[in-house]
């Protein structure tokens, strides 16, 4: 069942959404050689808490999985989505997806990006600028009457005809009083199809885009995936709320 928000509740998933996109930008700020992710982990949960939040991924658990261990999900290089941050030392030329959510007055925000390790190579800035502007054709085609569908096929058109792969397995999602809720939104699929689109929907939409093949693996630690031919992959997201008929994206600072 897709949640219709009310006014009041939009404004309280934008006010998380604010935090999200202030620790975005703090820790991409800090993200360089010779930084561990774990010391991104440390810096992006003193933020949360100092604004009286709670990190919406720490302890979160989905499906039997194991509960999640940290605050953000670092994922480098081949890794997608869901990497655990640690004592892994980041190095020049390497892309680090970054991806947080906030729980405040018991509604979430979500958002990532990806960045720059340093100085990388020009086909891992392009695959990086080809994943963010799809994630605002996605943006772009949520208006109202329009359909889920609609998102997916302005993202994977967008992707594939820059010779790149949008991954299948996981896929946007609504967000509000749970941090996944319905719909489902994948970054693939057909125009004119899914759900329609209505004002008061709170979507996060998120392209996970592989330089290779779309196939994804999951590593040991029962969290972390990654590009199965172990090609660079990344990662953009934003929280919208459709106001109006229009989206506005709520995950700026």
Not at 42 to 59: C, H, L, M, Q, T
Not at 137 to 158: F, H, L
Not at 188 to 199: L, R, S
Request: glycine share 10%; proline share 4%.
């Amino acid at each position: 069942m897709i949640l219709i928000k009310s006014k009041k509740e939009i404004d309280y998933i934008r006010e998380s959404c604010q935090i999200v996109a202030e620790v975005l930008q703090l820790v991409k700020n800090r993200v360089k050689p010779g930084i561990t992710t774990g010391e991104l982990d440390e810096i992006a949960e003193d933020y949360i808490r100092s604004n009286d939040a709670v990190p919406a991924f720490k302890g979160y658990s989905q499906g039997g999985s194991p509960a999640f261990p940290a605050t953000l999900c670092t994922s480098v290089d081949e890794e997608v989505v869901h990497g655990i941050p640690g004592d892994r030392v980041l190095r020049n030329g390497e892309i680090i997806s970054i991806d947080v959510g906030v729980i405040k007055n018991r509604y979430y925000g979500d958002a990532a990006l990806t960045v720059a390790v340093g100085e990388i190579s020009e086909e891992k800035k392009r695959l990086m600028k080809v994943t963010e502007e799809s994630l605002y054709k996605g943006i772009e085609a949520a208006v109202e009457n329009n359909r889920i569908g609609d998102i997916s096929a302005a993202v994977q058109s967008y992707v594939e005809a820059h010779g790149y792969s949008v991954v299948r397995e996981l896929t946007g999602h609504g967000v509000g009083r749970f941090l996944h809720e319905d719909p489902q939104i994948p970054n693939f699929g057909k125009p004119g199809t899914g759900a329609k689109i209505k004002n008061g929907m709170t979507l996060a939409i998120e392209p996970m885009v592989n330089e290779g093949k779309y196939y994804v693996s999951v590593k040991q630690d029962g969290w972390t995936v990654f590009a199965t031919d172990r090609r660079p992959s990344a990662h953009f997201e934003h929280t919208i709320a459709i106001i109006k008929g229009k989206p506005e994206i709520l995950t700026v600072c």
